[in-house]
T-cell receptor
Framework: NAGVTQTPKFRVLKTGQSMTLLCAQD?????MYWYRQDPGMGLRLIHY???????AKGEVPDGYNVSRLKKQNFLLGLESAAPSQTSVYFC????????????????FGEGSRLTVL | GNSVTQMEGPVTLSEEAFLTINCTYT??????LFWYVQYPGEGLQLLLK?????DKGSNKGFEATYRKETTSFHLEKGSVQVSDSAVYFC?????????????FGQGTILTVHP
């Protein structure tokens, strides 16, 4: 029962370094999302994808890029990390469907804790 | 735009106490409402949901009723356990073509002592 798997789970970067977070889901979900979680601010949507080959900006997209080359994978990239990007990152996926039939449940990974010094 | 506001935390209770975590929302149209729970070191998982006004979601002894007139979705449990210690998030999904995106509240930390 893998569900949604994120790698790596922990990473420390220096300002200006780049890195990629990988998210993989085995539920054949169409929709995938990247959120960041910061104290007192809940979860905020960075980018999302409604299918293979598509991506769209969320609430806080600046400084991040994403790619969805395969349906099961959703990559989040930081080209030049900044201390403001220190956060816990969560990937999630959900099933698609018409608005009335989509249950709305998101399935989350365990999170990736990123520290930028 | 859409927004969710939760009561300030953290909340500390003794075992078997009554729990209420307030949640109010702002949204256009007819959103669906959710409570997610995050146990220490884990990702979020769905606790309960309601998709239309006056619906009551329930799971594991927790309940919440979708109140359109007060734009609220308060979480309640009659008798909490130590194992309920977690962070609780209220969230909404806008009606129409939202692509499943959720808007989350800031989260409420609950600690239950024996």
């Amino acid at each position: 029962n893998a569900g949604v798997t994120q790698t790596p789970k922990f990473r420390v970067l220096k300002t200006g370094q780049s890195m990629t977070l990988l998210c993989a889901q085995d539920m054949n979900h169409e929709y995938m999302y990247w959120y960041r979680q910061d104290p007192g601010m809940g979860l905020r949507l960075i980018h999302y994808s409604v299918g293979e080959g598509t991506t769209a900006k969320g609430e806080v997209p600046d400084g991040y890029n994403v790619s969805r080359l395969k349906k099961q994978n959703f990559l989040l990239g930081l080209e030049s990390a900044a201390p403001s990007q220190t956060s816990v990152y969560f990937c999630a996926s959900s099933q698609t469907g018409l608005a009335g039939s989509n249950t709305g449940e998101l399935f989350f990974g365990e999170g990736s804790r990123l520290t930028v010094l | 735009g859409n927004s969710v506001t939760q009561m300030e935390g953290p909340v500390t209770l003794s075992e078997e106490a009554f729990l209420t975590i307030n949640c109010t929302y702002t949204a256009t149209g007819y959103p669906s409402l959710f409570w997610y729970v995050q146990y220490p070191g884990e990702g979020l998982q769905l606790l309960l949901k309601a998709t239309k006004a006056d619906d009551k979601g329930s799971n594991k002894g927790f309940e919440a009723t979708y109140r359109k007139e007060t734009t609220s979705f308060h979480l309640e449990k009659g008798s909490v356990q130590v194992s309920d210690s977690a962070v609780y998030f209220c969230a909404l999904r806008a009606g129409g073509t939202s692509y499943g995106k959720l808007t989350f509240g800031q989260g409420t930390i609950l600690t239950v002592h024996p």
